[in-house]
């Protein structure tokens, strides 16, 4: 495969951007996209520089249009479990990256892509952006973890209504429903997008990445359970050099310096 089917991009220090590039077919997800999409998350989640990734679609239409179902023609059954398990472990590779991920979303994010989005800690949309599941439409589900985040993002009515009438949400209303945390016009997504790449920077890592962790798996706990949790990650934050540095800082009205040790 000599094709870039996901692109890497550096905009500023300690920010990774990885755009899909498949404008031709609405960056739909094919099994070569998927899998360099892996290496690419791979090699962030194995890069210690990097604080902060950014994704996007290529050729402002789709963020992610979905799979490619020319590959689901034939009845192909094991060649498409394969496909599907693929992606599922893609998917949770993404939601499990210790590093914040901002999706800035333009055009389509439908089916494998707004599943991606749903993965993504913090989601910015243009006010035209179209999101949903629509495998319904196909005589199939959601297959790579949609039908369970969405749920436990909207809850299961709002879930109901986008899945069961294969319903598109406009980005004004994910972002009325709290998916997306800001709205913006097309020309301005992906400065809106390095700006919250800007305000991660300024985060310690450490606590970036115990926050996010208690952000996605806090909720599937019992809530006396979860605030251990919490209490204990605060705990262990506060013995670190970057915990010690960030109180030193703010008592001697300095900007801190992060080592993520």
């Known amino acids: 495969m000599s094709e870039n089917l996901i692109l890497r991009e550096a905009p500023m220090p300690g920010v990774v951007s990885l755009t899909f590039n498949r404008p031709d077919k609405l960056n739909a997800l094919s099994t070569p996209m998927v899998r360099?999409?892996?290496?690419?998350?791979?090699?962030?989640?194995?890069?210690?520089?990097?604080?902060?990734?950014?994704?996007?679609?290529?050729?402002?239409?789709?963020?992610?249009?979905?799979?490619?179902?020319?590959?689901?023609?034939?009845?192909?059954?094991?060649?498409?479990?394969?496909?599907?398990?693929?992606?599922?472990?893609?998917?949770?590779?993404?939601?499990?990256?210790?590093?914040?991920?901002?999706?800035?979303?333009?055009?389509?994010?439908?089916?494998?892509?707004?599943?991606?989005?749903?993965?993504?800690?913090?989601l910015i949309c243009t006010a035209s952006a179209q999101l949903g599941l629509p495998e319904g439409l196909l005589g199939l589900s959601p297959g790579g973890g949609g039908t369970q985040r969405l749920t436990r993002a909207v809850g299961k009515y709002m879930a109901s209504d986008i899945m069961l009438a294969a319903r598109r949400i406009s980005g004004e209303r994910a972002f009325q429903l709290g998916l997306a945390a800001e709205v913006v016009a097309e020309e301005e997504l992906l400065e809106a997008a390095l700006t919250r790449a800007r305000g991660v920077l300024k985060v310690s890592p450490l606590a970036a990445r115990e926050m996010k962790r208690l952000i996605r798996q806090g909720p599937d706990a019992a809530l006396p359970t979860a605030l251990a949790f919490e209490q204990e990650v605060l705990a262990r934050l506060y013995g670190t050099q970057d915990g010690q540095e960030g109180i030193a800082a703010f008592l001697d009205k300095r900007k801190p310096e992060f080592k993520g040790e």
């Open 36 to 122: 360099q999409f892996e290496s690419a998350i791979d090699a962030i989640a194995a890069d210690a520089s990097v604080r902060a990734v950014i994704l996007q679609g290529a050729g402002g239409k789709a963020f992610v249009a979905g799979a490619d179902i020319a590959e689901y023609r034939g009845n192909r059954t094991a060649a498409f479990n394969a496909y599907q398990f693929e992606s599922r472990r893609v998917f949770d590779k993404l939601e499990a990256l210790p590093q914040p991920v901002i999706a800035a979303i333009a055009g389509y994010a439908l089916g494998g892509g707004f599943e991606i989005a749903l993965c993504c800690d913090i």
